[in-house]
């Protein structure tokens, strides 16, 4: 298994004060509307563990065997009864149940291919929703990160981080980010290397991440071709009460109900 893989629990609780708590959020959101839950695109399901954990009905989905692997080995114990895993796209749900809040967390959807994929995503979201059931979902701000959408070649260096189960420390560097602004995409090359107590380099990776920006308006218009008509959104992960009138931040953070025209 990639060490990309192996460290991305680690790497998100590391990285929650940095870049927002998610999974805090996601937290009080499901408590808030109540379960069950499904989580699309939910890695090795940290956010759906807590979420079982805490007496939530949770479905964790993603399609990523290494994830979904990586999670049932280092990832938090969750209650049988209420948690479970499946392998699956979020671009075709299994219609088996039905939830009252479906969640995206931590950028998932930019991580699709093209608008029609996300499209179709959103309206995959909305037919497992029950009646008055919300969809949410986050991604970067791209408004309030415009750097992304601009070529870097430095290299940066992240704070290391330790293997969870070698005990190891992982250099992480950030080598150099690639745009494409016809398909509005952002490759970063991250680097990956397990060193031991004697400093000796025992693995190293390559890793490309690849994401798409969209501006609030594209997903607004998204949302709309994927029939949904009732959607707020926010910019903050420390926004909370839907009253609320809505503020640019860091991230968008989409609020959709069950509702279509
Ligand atoms: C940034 S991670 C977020 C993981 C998790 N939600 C979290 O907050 O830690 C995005 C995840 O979406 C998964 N993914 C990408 N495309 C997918 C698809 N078409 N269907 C299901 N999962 C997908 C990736 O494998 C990855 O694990």
Request: proline share 6%; with cysteine.
């Amino acid at each position: 298994m990639p060490l990309y893989h192996e460290t991305y629990d680690v790497r998100a609780v590391i990285d929650a004060p940095l870049i927002g708590d998610h999974a805090g959020y996601y937290l009080r959101l499901a408590e808030r509307f109540g379960g069950p839950v499904l989580e699309l695109g939910a890695g090795t399901a940290r956010i759906s563990r807590q979420l079982a954990a805490s007496g939530i009905d949770a479905t964790a989905l993603e399609i990523s065997d290494d994830m979904i692997d990586a999670g049932n080995r280092w990832g938090q114990p969750a209650p049988a009864d209420r948690f479970r895993i499946i392998r699956g796209d979020v671009r075709n749900l299994p219609r088996d149940r039905t939830y009252a809040l479906v969640i995206a967390p931590f950028r998932m959807m930019q991580e699709l291919d093209d608008e029609t994929d996300v499209i179709r995503a959103f309206q995959e979201a909305f037919s497992v929703l029950q009646p008055g059931g919300l969809f949410c979902f986050d991604l970067i701000d791209i408004q309030a990160a415009p750097a992304l959408m601009h070529p870097d070649p430095t290299i940066q260096r992240l704070p290391d981080i330790r293997h969870p189960e070698s005990g190891n420390a992982v250099r992480i560097s950030a080598c150099e980010r690639l745009v494409n602004p016809v398909l509005r995409q952002y490759r970063e090359k991250w680097l990956f290397e397990e060193v031991d107590a004697a400093g000796r380099i025992l693995r190293t990776e390559q890793s490309w991440q690849v994401h798409r920006w969209y501006r609030r308006s594209d997903i607004a218009r998204l949302l709309q071709q994927a029939g949904c008509k009732s959607t707020i959104w926010y910019g903050s992960f420390r926004d909370m009460e839907l009253e609320q009138p809505c503020r640019p931040g860091r991230d968008q953070i989409w609020l959709c109900q069950s509702h279509f025209q």
